[in-house]
T-cell receptor
Framework: AQSVAQPEDQVNVAEGNPLTVKCTYSVSGNPYLFWYVQYPNRGLQFLLKYITGDNLVKGSYGFEAEFNKSQTSFHLKKPSALVSDSALYFCAVRDGDSGGYQKVTFGTGTKLQVIP | DSGVTQTPKHLITATGQRVTLRCSPRSGDLSVYWYQQSLDQGLQFLIQYYNGEERAKGNILERFSAQQFPDLHSELNLSSLELGDSALYFC????????????FGPGTRLLVL
């Protein structure tokens, strides 16, 4: 079975400081990893994904994530946080070796609060 | 705008009732997924359809059912509603190739009184 852990329910960071939202995963095959963001009363928006290739993935709104196979992690990062980044962030994983019908498993979400 | 539409946006109903939630996927997407998001259980995968056929099942209750029609829109039917079914219900769609991204609709907020 595959799983995702987001160990922090909430992350607080000052505006302008770098931010990190943590994610670790467990999957039997090759991991396909995703980050989504959810603003209040909105659906989830895709930020970035790792399928293969460079371990550092760049995505929307200046976010990036680093895939670390040995630590089974896929932490989301941004060099300089904006107040508008405040939202709920979800990490997700699916088994890349299981064809197109394997479900995606989402983490429990991390609330990011950027303090002005 | 993801291109996925869901109706209605809000739904208020009573316990024991039945409701139908509707989802239209992005143009060209063959897969539709349904998720339930509640405060205490996070985002839970319910069910996936691909080109009209059920492909994967998650934590979907027997009181819930779904289908995908020939025009690829999907409906999620919730019956014998309970207070605990109050949640946000999201639909997502994808092309269903390896590594595909799921694109989410705006959700339907269901309140069972």
């Amino acid at each position: 079975a595959q799983s995702v852990a987001q160990p922090e329910d909430q992350v607080n960071v000052a505006e302008g400081n770098p931010l990190t939202v943590k994610c670790t995963y467990s999957v039997s095959g090759n991991p396909y990893l995703f980050w989504y963001v959810q603003y209040p009363n909105r659906g989830l928006q895709f930020l970035l994904k790792y399928i293969t290739g460079d371990n550092l993935v760049k995505g929307s709104y200046g976010f990036e994530a680093e895939f670390n196979k040995s630590q089974t992690s896929f932490h989301l990062k941004k060099p300089s946080a904006l107040v508008s980044d405040s939202a709920l962030y979800f990490c997700a994983v699916r088994d890349g070796d299981s064809g197109g019908y394997q479900k995606v498993t989402f983490g429990t979400g991390t609330k990011l609060q950027v303090i002005p | 705008d993801s291109g996925v539409t869901q109706t209605p946006k809000h739904l208020i109903t009573a316990t024991g009732q039945r409701v139908t939630l509707r989802c239209s996927p992005r143009s060209g997407d063959l897969s539709v997924y349904w998720y339930q998001q509640s405060l205490d259980q996070g985002l839970q995968f319910l069910i996936q359809y691909y080109n009209g056929e059920e492909r994967a099942k998650g934590n979907i209750l027997e009181r819930f059912s779904a289908q995908q029609f020939p025009d690829l829109h999907s409906e999620l039917n919730l019956s014998s509603l309970e207070l605990g079914d109050s949640a946000l219900y999201f639909c997502a769609s994808s092309v269903n190739l390896p590594g595909e991204t799921q694109y989410f609709g705006p959700g339907t907020r269901l309140l069972v009184l």
